[in-house]
Nanobody, 118 residues
Framework: QVQLVESGGGLVQAGGSLRLSCAAS????????MGWYRQAPGNQRDMVAR???????NYADSVKGRFTISRDNAKHTVYLQMNSLKPEDTAVYYC????????????WGQGTQVTVSS
């Protein structure tokens, strides 16, 4: 089992920045990929960004150039730096971990709310 604990959400004005963190514990040896999905009310949960143990990254088109994902393998923590936030970025952000790059997420965090006001 892997436990994922997120922090860093909140309310910010459009154009502002937030940094999300997600710390993993438990069976961390099984983790290869960590990253973030988000889900707005009435919408499906969509991938935002992910990063492998080796540092490969992948971003949704909607956040490229504005969001940066990074990872501290020693601390088993992944970060999402979100700049130039837009109201459409408002959602619950969920941290995830996966064994495989091409597989579905294995574990989820509890979610953290990000609200961007216009």
């Amino acid at each position: 089992q892997v436990q994922l604990v997120e922090s860093g959400g909140g309310l910010v004005q459009a154009g502002g920045s937030l940094r999300l963190s997600c710390a993993a514990s438990g069976s961390i040896v099984s983790i290869n990929v960590m990253g973030w999905y988000r889900q707005a009310p009435g919408n499906q949960r969509d991938m935002v960004a992910r990063i492998s143990t080796g540092g490969s990254t992948n971003y949704a088109d909607s956040v490229k150039g504005r969001f940066t994902i990074s990872r501290d393998n020693a601390k088993h923590t992944v970060y999402l730096q979100m700049n130039s936030l837009k109201p459409e970025d408002t959602a619950v952000y969920y941290c995830h971990s996966s064994k495989n790059w091409f597989g579905s997420p294995d574990y989820w965090g509890q979610g953290t709310q990000v609200t961007v006001s216009s």
